[in-house]
């Protein structure tokens, strides 16, 4: 796991944000009073299983989300709220301040065009290149994401390359501005393990060499392991741990956490995995109390009724959101001695 380590001040900064959507079945809340924030030099690991509220989230910071969404609460890009932002400078905002890379690369990408084109369009368009300026820019990008015989590459079609390549790209589209954050939405998903532990490397390596701010978006416990520096662990569309990734991957303070953690193979071993009963819930249909209660080996009757606030742990930089929060801390603590 990465070490805690020094860095920049804040970049983008999440405050008891909420996201509704309008549907036929009334108003559906996808994001409950998420908080979070991070620095320049600084990655943040957004972590949880499909529908918890992951991409919504990170899509309401983006300016991306459609019409039928409501977003309360507050995004703060530096000193400006983007919730406040014009068209106009969501456009500003999307171009120059943040770049974005999506799960699935062919459609981030145009298949009528050759990749170096691509590249260079977006040089052209937000920064004035000539033609030819352009174009060698659109080489280096795909030489800085680790893409062997740039010049050739650059002259293909977005069929002709692999799919790490095809990710790679994308994320020289992302980067070719130099933003001050790079939003990555499961990036690796659609890889193998060895091609995903070299983008992840390479995606940590640009955050060092361009001073950029990262939130990755991912289901998978050991890509959160490997690059985070703080987590943020999402369930039912609400944050419910959140700090240090080495603090709390090493004594989870939230029964979902340490579900997370206990569902890991760990080396060859006949014993069968932990695996986490049940289903994320509806966001049309939670149950009341504590939305992870169904499925939590440690649920009491309180946990049924009262949905727990997400309050600091021991009094650290941690924060849980559950009503034995302390007494689990403790306990894996212990554990681990």
């Given amino acids: 796991m990465p070490s805690d380590r020094q860095t920049g001040g804040t970049v983008l900064a999440v405050d008891n944000l909420s996201v509704r959507f309008r549907t036929a079945y009334g108003l559906v809340e996808a994001v409950r009073n998420v908080s979070w924030s991070v620095s320049t030099g600084e990655t943040l690991v957004i972590l949880g299983e499909s529908g918890s509220g992951k991409t919504v989230s990170v899509l309401a910071v983006a300016g991306l989300l459609p019409s039928t969404a409501t977003i309360e609460g507050s995004a703060r890009f530096r000193d400006r709220e983007i919730l406040e932002f014009s068209k106009a400078e969501l456009r ?33 368009v937000h920064r004035g290149a000539g033609r030819r300026e352009a174009r060698q820019k659109a080489v280096e990008l795909i030489e800085a994401v680790r893409i062997r015989d740039p010049e050739r590459r650059a002259r293909q079609f977005p069929h002709e390359l692999s799919g790490g390549m095809r990710q790679r790209i994308v994320i020289a589209s992302a980067i070719a501005l130099h933003p001050p954050v790079l939003l990555a939405d499961e990036p690796t998903t659609a890889l193998d393990t060895s091609v995903r532990t070299s983008v992840l490397e390479m995606i940590q390596d640009l955050r060092n060499r361009l001073g950029m701010a990262v939130v990755l978006i991912t289901h998978d416990v050991g890509v959160a392991a490997a690059v985070a520096d703080r987590l943020a662990v999402m369930y039912a569309g609400r944050i419910v741990e959140y700090g240090p990734v080495a603090s709390v991957f090493g004594s989870p303070a939230h029964p979902y956490t340490a579900a997370l953690l206990g569902s890991l193979p760990r080396g060859i071993t006949r014993e069968p995995l932990q695996a986490i009963e049940g289903v994320p819930p509806d966001p049309r249909y939670l149950p ?3 939305p992870f209660h169904p499925r939590c080996r440690f649920a009491q009757s309180r946990c049924g009724v009262d949905e727990p606030a ?26 681990l001695r």
């Fill in 92 to 124: 500003r905002y999307r171009a120059n301040d943040i770049g974005m890379v999506f799960q699935d690369p062919l459609a981030s990408l145009n298949p009528c065009f050759r990749v170096g084109d691509q590249l260079a369009e977006i040089l052209r």
């Fill in 288 to 290: 009341s109390g504590c």
């Fill in 310 to 335: 997400r309050t600091e742990v021991l009094g650290s930089t941690r924060e849980a959101a559950c009503h034995f929060a302390e007494e689990l801390h403790a306990q894996r603590a212990l554990e």
